[in-house]
C-alpha cells in the first residue's frame, strides 16, 4: 500500500482516487476550490468514443485566425505576448496535420471506449443512481458541405468500428416530434453514451469519503519541494503534505504547479459556456449542432446547452456574447426553442485543458520518478475521466496499463 495525493478533484483527480482506494493505496484529494463548480459540472455530459478527430487537425488554425476577430466564433483564441502562449501556439499549428489526425484517431477512441465503458462499470458496482443512457449523439447539420465533411468523419468512424449512420432531415424530425427542426439531415453515433455530470460527481465524492479519501477543499499548492528526482512534500504557507506518490490532475492549473518541477507542460486553459434549461423542449437526443459547434444534452430533469473554445487564459469571466451565440444557435437549428433571459443570466463556465497535439498527458514524466501526471484533457475529460484514473490507478500500483500509453507520454515533443 502507498499514501497517495491527488492535486485536483475535478472528475480526473476523483477517478484517480476511486480506482487508487480500490487497489487499497491510502489517498488524499487536494483542492484549491470548494469542488462544486468548474468544467467537471458545466460540460456536456458526453461519453464520446465518436469524437475521434483530435482539435489539432488540418484547417483548424485558419480557421482560429479568421475566427479571433470573431468573439462569438466557436472557437476564439485571443492574442497575448505570453512566452507560454506562445509556444502552445507553436505547437498546435505544427500539431494540425493528417500525421497527428492518424496518430490520434485510435488513441482517442480506445481510451474514451474504455471510459464510456467504465461508467457503467461503476454504476453497476457501486449500485450509483446518476443518469447513464446510450441514446446515440447526432451530429446535425444545415448545409450540405458541413453534411458531406460529417459524412467523411463518420466514414472514419467506420472504419473504426464503430456503429454510425447517415439520417435524413425527415428522419432527423421524427426523432424530435414535439420541437421543429430545421436541417438538411445529421450523422448518428450509435456507440455514444451521456450523463448529469453534477449527479455523477456528487455520488462519486460521498462514496469516496465514506471509503476514507481525505479531501482538503480551497487548499491552493504553491510550493513542490523535490530531492533526488522525487517529490518529499507539497504545500503553502499554512499546511505541509506528505506522500510516496502524487498525482497532478489540477486540470488547467496543473501547467502552474508543474513549473515548480522545472517541467514545461505546454497547456492552455480552453473555457467553455453552459446555459441550463428547466423547462420540457422537446429534446430526446443528445446532439451538437455541427456549423455552430453547440451541444444540446437531456439530462436529469433539464435540458443542457453548451459549447465555444475560448483560449483566453485563467479566468472565469462570463462573455455575455458567447452565451448569446449558444442560444442563437440553438433557436437556428430549433426555431421553437428560445433560451430566455434568466436562463442566460445563469449561464456558467469551466476551463478545458488543451495541449498543443489535442491527446491528454497521462504518464510520468523522467523528470519527477512519484510524480502522476494526468491532465489535458480538453473536451473529452469527462469522456475519458473514468479511462484515466484507471490507468493512473494502474501505473501507480505497478501493473501492466490497459492501454499503451506512449501516445499520451507528458514528455512528448511537438
Same mark, same amino acid.
Given at each position: 500500500?502507498?499514501?497517495?495525493?491527488?492535486?485536483?478533484?475535478?472528475?480526473?483527480?476523483?477517478?484517480?482516487?476511486?480506482?487508487?482506494?480500490?487497489?487499497?493505496?491510502?489517498?488524499?484529494?487536494?483542492?484549491?476550490?470548494?469542488?462544486?463548480?468548474?468544467?467537471?459540472?458545466?460540460?456536456?455530459?458526453?461519453?464520446?468514443?465518436?469524437?475521434?478527430?483530435?482539435?489539432?487537425?488540418?484547417?483548424?488554425?485558419?480557421?482560429?485566425?479568421?475566427?479571433?476577430?470573431?468573439?462569438?466564433?466557436?472557437?476564439?483564441?485571443?492574442?497575448? *505576448?505570453?512566452?507560454?502562449?506562445?509556444?502552445?501556439?507553436?505547437?498546435?499549428?505544427?500539431?494540425?496535420?493528417?500525421?497527428?489526425?492518424?496518430?490520434?484517431?485510435?488513441?482517442?477512441?480506445?481510451?474514451?471506449?474504455?471510459?464510456?465503458?467504465?461508467?457503467?462499470?461503476?454504476?453497476?458496482?457501486?449500485?450509483?443512481?446518476?443518469?447513464?443512457?446510450?441514446?446515440?449523439?447526432?451530429?446535425?447539420?444545415?448545409?450540405?458541405?458541413?453534411?458531406?465533411?460529417?459524412?467523411?468523419?463518420?466514414?472514419?468512424?467506420?472504419?473504426?468500428?464503430?456503429?454510425?449512420?447517415?439520417?435524413?432531415?425527415?428522419?432527423?424530425?421524427?426523432?424530435?416530434?414535439?420541437?421543429?427542426?430545421?436541417?438538411?439531415?445529421?450523422?448518428?453515433?450509435?456507440?455514444?453514451?451521456?450523463?448529469?455530470?453534477?449527479?455523477?460527481?456528487?455520488?462519486?465524492?460521498?462514496?469516496?469519503?465514506?471509503?476514507?479519501?481525505?479531501?482538503?477543499?480551497?487548499?491552493?499548492?504553491?510550493?513542490?519541494?523535490?530531492?533526488?528526482?522525487?517529490?518529499?512534500?507539497?504545500?503553502?504557507?499554512?499546511?505541509?503534505?506528505?506522500?510516496?506518490?502524487?498525482?497532478?490532475?489540477?486540470?488547467?492549473?496543473?501547467?502552474?504547479?508543474?513549473?515548480?518541477?522545472?517541467?514545461?507542460?505546454?497547456?492552455?486553459?480552453?473555457?467553455?459556456?453552459?446555459?441550463?434549461?428547466?423547462?420540457?423542449?422537446?429534446?430526446?437526443?443528445?446532439?451538437?449542432?455541427?456549423?455552430?459547434?453547440?451541444?444540446?444534452?437531456?439530462?436529469?430533469?433539464?435540458?443542457?446547452?453548451?459549447?465555444?473554445?475560448?483560449?483566453?487564459?485563467?479566468?472565469?469571466?462570463?462573455?455575455?456574447?458567447?452565451?448569446?451565440?449558444?442560444?442563437?444557435?440553438?433557436?437556428?437549428?430549433?426555431?421553437?426553442?428560445?433560451?430566455?433571459?434568466?436562463?442566460?443570466?445563469?449561464?456558467?463556465?469551466?476551463?478545458?485543458?488543451?495541449?498543443?497535439?489535442?491527446?491528454?498527458?497521462?504518464?510520468?514524466?523522467?523528470?519527477?520518478?512519484?510524480?502522476?501526471?494526468?491532465?489535458?484533457?480538453?473536451?473529452?475529460?469527462?469522456?475519458?475521466?473514468?479511462?484515466?484514473?484507471?490507468?493512473?490507478?494502474? *501505473?501507480?500500483?505497478?501493473?501492466?496499463?490497459?492501454?499503451?500509453?506512449?501516445?499520451?507520454?507528458?514528455?512528448?515533443?511537438?
Amino acid at each position: 500500500m502507498k499514501s497517495c495525493i491527488v492535486i485536483g478533484g475535478g472528475i480526473i483527480g476523483l477517478c484517480s482516487a476511486y480506482y487508487l482506494q480500490k487497489e487499497g493505496h491510502q489517498v488524499t484529494v487536494i483542492d484549491q476550490s470548494s469542488m462544486d463548480y468548474g468544467a467537471s459540472y458545466v460540460n456536456a455530459g458526453y461519453l464520446s468514443p465518436s469524437h475521434i478527430i483530435p482539435l489539432a487537425a488540418p484547417g483548424v488554425m485558419k480557421k482560429g485566425v479568421k475566427w479571433m476577430f470573431n468573439s462569438s466564433s466557436p472557437l476564439f483564441i485571443k492574442p497575448r *505576448l505570453n512566452s507560454d502562449f506562445l509556444r502552445w501556439t507553436i505547437a498546435f499549428n505544427r500539431s494540425c496535420s493528417i500525421r497527428n489526425v492518424n496518430k490520434g484517431i485510435p488513441a482517442i477512441k480506445d481510451i474514451a471506449i474504455m471510459g464510456r465503458d467504465l461508467y457503467a462499470d461503476i454504476k453497476s458496482t457501486e449500485g450509483f443512481t446518476f443518469q447513464l443512457q446510450q441514446n446515440g449523439l447526432l451530429m446535425i447539420c444545415q448545409t450540405d458541405k458541413m453534411l458531406n465533411e460529417e459524412i467523411h468523419v463518420a466514414d472514419i468512424a467506420k472504419k473504426e468500428g464503430l456503429p454510425v449512420k447517415t439520417i435524413s432531415a425527415k428522419e432527423l424530425q421524427q426523432l424530435h416530434p414535439d420541437t421543429r427542426v430545421e436541417a438538411k439531415g445529421a450523422i448518428l453515433y450509435e456507440c455514444d453514451a451521456h450523463t448529469t455530470p453534477g449527479s455523477f460527481m456528487k455520488e462519486m465524492k460521498e462514496y469516496l469519503e465514506s471509503s476514507g479519501v481525505v479531501f482538503y477543499k480551497n487548499e491552493k499548492i504553491e510550493t513542490i519541494s523535490v530531492k533526488n528526482k522525487k517529490i518529499t512534500s507539497i504545500g503553502n504557507a499554512h499546511n505541509i503534505y506528505t506522500a510516496d506518490e502524487f498525482v497532478l490532475a489540477a486540470g488547467s492549473w496543473s501547467k502552474l504547479l508543474s513549473k515548480e518541477l522545472g517541467l514545461k507542460l505546454l497547456l492552455e486553459a480552453g473555457k467553455g459556456y453552459r446555459i441550463n434549461s428547466q423547462r420540457n423542449l422537446g429534446i430526446t437526443t443528445p446532439a451538437i449542432l455541427a456549423e455552430a459547434k453547440v451541444a444540446i444534452t437531456p439530462m436529469d430533469e433539464f435540458t443542457r446547452f453548451a459549447g465555444t473554445m475560448e483560449i483566453a487564459g485563467i479566468n472565469h469571466n462570463i462573455n455575455k456574447i458567447r452565451v448569446e451565440a449558444i442560444a442563437k444557435a440553438t433557436q437556428k437549428y430549433f426555431p421553437e426553442i428560445e433560451l430566455n433571459k434568466v436562463e442566460k443570466d445563469n449561464a456558467a463556465c469551466g476551463l478545458r485543458p488543451v495541449t498543443p497535439d489535442g491527446m491528454p498527458y497521462i504518464g510520468k514524466s523522467s523528470k519527477c520518478d512519484n510524480l502522476t501526471i494526468a491532465t489535458g484533457h480538453a473536451m473529452m475529460g469527462w469522456s475519458m475521466g473514468t479511462s484515466t484514473g484507471k490507468l493512473v490507478s494502474e *501505473l501507480i500500483s505497478d501493473k501492466k496499463t490497459s492501454l499503451n500509453l506512449d501516445v499520451y507520454h507528458p514528455d512528448r515533443k511537438f
